[in-house]
């Protein structure tokens, strides 16, 4: 019985931390969400989960639902108060921004305790380390690329290609092992000592080869064997591969 290749992306901690990525790379007012915009982008999140036929968490599709229903509610005309005394009617997007409000402190708190923990290590001597048996499950990225930015970047991916095949056809299986989609990407990137665009990497257009390389390079980065950078804000990623030293 075949199995669908299953991948945890541990950088992920929930809605509200890709609610917070989305709010930040838009530049949107927290305290002012614009419910569609945000509805819309954090759709294109999900739709590019199920492309990669990831088991996506219950959790992100309560919060899919939510939004979904707020901008259903935004778009209702607001019915008249009778009350004098009642100033202003509740806004829908409070709980929301008061949760993500409340999320965004709790995680700036655990990034100071994270470099105080830093800086206590730098303080206390311990045995030397050799940092190449270190292990991590983390992909390897630099400080202004996420995880977020790699989906985004393969959403568009996806736009682009538009599955060119045409709508009557044949289905033709085809197997691409994981092992060996790596070993070519990190073929293909020890040539190129300048790093390839993220894009150059999917050299076909089936969706099963998309999807194949997406993991591949999220395997290398694991492994530290390659690494992820961006520029600059909203441009495209490049790949390099990571010399051992």
């Known amino acids: 019985m075949n199995q669908a290749y299953q991948v945890k992306l541990?950088?992920?901690?929930?809605?509200?931390?890709?609610?917070?990525?989305?709010?930040?790379?838009?530049?949107?007012?927290?305290?002012?969400?614009?419910?569609?915009?945000?509805?819309?982008?954090?759709?294109?999140?999900?739709?590019?989960?199920?492309?990669?036929?990831?088991?996506?968490?219950?959790?992100?599709?309560?919060?899919?639902?939510?939004?979904?229903?707020?901008?259903?509610?935004?778009?209702?005309?607001?019915?008249?108060?009778?009350?004098?005394?009642?100033?202003?009617?509740?806004?829908?997007?409070?709980?929301?921004?008061?949760?993500?409000?409340?999320?965004?402190?709790?995680?700036?708190?655990?990034?100071?305790?994270?470099?105080?923990e830093v800086e206590s290590n730098e303080i206390y001597t311990r045995e030397p380390i050799l940092f190449k048996h270190i292990e991590t499950n983390q992909p390897m990225l630099n400080d202004d690329t996420s995880i977020y930015d790699m989906l985004g970047a393969l959403n568009k991916l996806f736009e682009r290609k538009k599955w060119s095949e045409p709508l009557d056809t044949k289905i033709k299986k085809m197997d691409i092992p994981i092992e060996q989609r790596m070993n070519e990407v990190l073929d293909t990137l020890k040539l190129e000592k300048q790093g390839i665009s993220f894009y150059d990497l999917f050299v076909y257009q089936s969706r099963i080869h998309i999807v194949v390389t997406f993991i591949a390079i999220l395997e290398l980065m694991k492994s530290k064997k390659v690494y992820c950078e961006q520029e600059n804000h909203l441009e495209g990623l490049q790949v390099f591969y990571m010399e051992e030293k």
Do not use: C, W
């Not at 819309?40 to 919060?63: D, F, G, P, R």
């Not at 005394?85 to 965004?104: F, G, N, S, V």
């Open 10 to 116: 541990d950088t992920f901690e929930g809605p509200l931390d890709l609610l917070l990525h989305l709010i930040k790379q838009y530049e949107i007012d927290i305290y002012d969400i614009p419910v569609a915009i945000i509805t819309e982008q954090y759709m294109h999140y999900i739709h590019t989960l199920k492309q990669l036929e990831l088991n996506i968490a219950s959790e992100y599709l309560v919060m899919a639902a939510t939004l979904i229903a707020l901008k259903s509610q935004m778009l209702l005309p607001n019915e008249e108060v009778e009350d004098e005394d009642e100033e202003y009617m509740e806004d829908p997007r409070a709980e929301l921004m008061h949760r993500l409000i409340e999320y965004r402190k709790y995680k700036e708190a655990a990034e100071t305790l994270k470099e105080k």
